[in-house]
């Protein structure tokens, strides 16, 4: 298996402009979480899913993000508009299923924003 | 609210020397905790982990402790080597939601 694939690698946009990230989950997972890396807070949860259904969104940080999963090998991160602070590593994992002794997250390399 | 947070930002160690790194945890509510490392440029790798009714497991050179009573968890790495220097998180797990801490940036000086 490829694991998980993210695109793009790096993004640099002008504020203002609308932020796609893609993400492609392992095969056969269930879950698929979008977390956010910076310096200042770390890794933070932004959003989960378990079978495309969203069911903790509560890290996301203000209405300018939303998340999609239409299908089980297909998320979305969108950032509109998109403001400098925004600036970060945006990781996409995924996992097999739910429950304790499961919980290994499998993540993707990171799309690292760069927003002007 | 509850969060998951680590004691040493940053640790230096002889290669060949043991590390310890050290987490603490507030939610008394975690069952499921594990060990990431992540590599400069990279996305958090799987090290090891625990279920909160165990105390101690090892992995290869790795042993992790979970201390329920003082909420603290801790990764030893045996002979630590050049290759495992990266930044360590620990993470916790509540109705599986996967919370992660600040992280530690071990530093392995040959």
């Known amino acids: 298996d490829a694991g998980v694939i993210q695109s793009p690698r790096h993004e640099v946009t002008e504020m203002g402009q609308e932020v796609t990230l893609r993400c492609k989950p392992i095969s056969g997972h269930d879950y698929l979480f979008w977390y956010r890396q910076t310096m200042m807070r770390g890794l933070e949860l932004l959003i989960y899913?378990?079978?495309?259904?969203?069911?903790?969104d509560s890290g996301m940080p203000e209405d300018r993000f939303s998340a999609k999963m239409p299908n089980a090998s297909f998320s979305t991160l969108k950032i509109q508009p998109s403001e400098p602070r925004d600036s970060a590593v945006y990781f996409c994992a995924s996992r097999q299923r739910g429950g304790i002794g499961t919980g290994e997250l499998f993540f993707g390399e990171g799309s690292r924003l760069t927003v002007l | 609210g509850e969060s998951v947070g680590l004691h040493l930002p940053t640790l230096s160690v002889q290669e060949g020397d043991n590390s310890i790194i050290n987490c603490a945890y507030s939610?008394?509510?975690?069952?499921?905790f594990i060990w990431y490392k992540q590599e400069s440029g990279k996305g958090p790798q799987f090290i090891i982990d625990i279920r909160s009714n165990m105390d101690k497991r090892q992995g290869q050179r790795v042993t992790v402790l979970l201390n329920k009573t003082v909420k603290h968890l801790s990764l030893q790495i045996a002979a630590t080597q050049p290759g495992d220097s990266a930044v360590y998180f620990c993470?916790?797990?509540?109705?599986?939601?996967?919370?992660f801490g600040a992280g530690t940036r071990l530093t392995v000086k040959p």
């Open positions: 993470a916790e797990n509540v109705n599986n939601d996967m919370r």
């Open positions: 939610n008394s509510a975690s069952d499921y």
């Open positions: 899913f378990n079978n495309n259904v969203p069911i903790d």
